[in-house]
């Protein structure tokens, strides 16, 4: 199975998300998927036999229960599949970023200006407000 059919499916994307958190027993990892998903123990335990014949997760015995882990390896080999196209999100990112920085500093000077407006009206008025003294 191709590594991007396994986390196609995406209730093996959700197992590899609570692996990512740390070991899990499969008890605990197919309480939440069968809560989330809606599907069974023995589905569940489907796709977590999938994920570790290709690689994905690992398994070891600790006593009569058995710990699911994620195994780096082939995410590795999606990340350098994926480096090909990662300019095309970056290169949008930092225009992004740009353009945000551009609008905080137009914001910026505009809250200055206004600033500077209120001031000047309220030296003009010797502090007054409206021109009506306050008794």
């Known amino acids: 199975m191709h590594a991007f059919e396994v986390l196609g499916d995406p209730v ?5 998300e609570l692996l990512a958190e740390g070991e899990q027993p499969s008890g605990a990892v197919s ?3 069968r809560a989330e998903f809606g599907i069974s123990q023995p589905a569940v ?5 999938v994920l570790r014949e290709t690689g ?13 882990a994620v195994d780096a390896q082939p995410l590795r080999e999606v990340d350098l599949w994926l480096e090909r196209f990662r300019g095309f999100w970056e290169q949008r990112l930092d225009a992004l970023g740009t353009e945000a920085a551009r609008g905080r500093r137009e914001s910026r000077r505009q809250n200055e200006e206004l600033r500077r407006t209120k001031q000047a009206g309220h030296e003009q008025t010797g502090g007054e407000q409206g021109g009506r003294h306050e008794r």
């Open 31 to 33: 309480a939440v998927i």
């Open 12 to 16: 093996r994307r959700r197992i590899l």
């Open 45 to 49: 335990s489907q796709h977590l036999r």
């Open 56 to 68: 994905f997760a690992s398994v070891r015995a600790e006593g009569t229960r058995r710990l699911y």
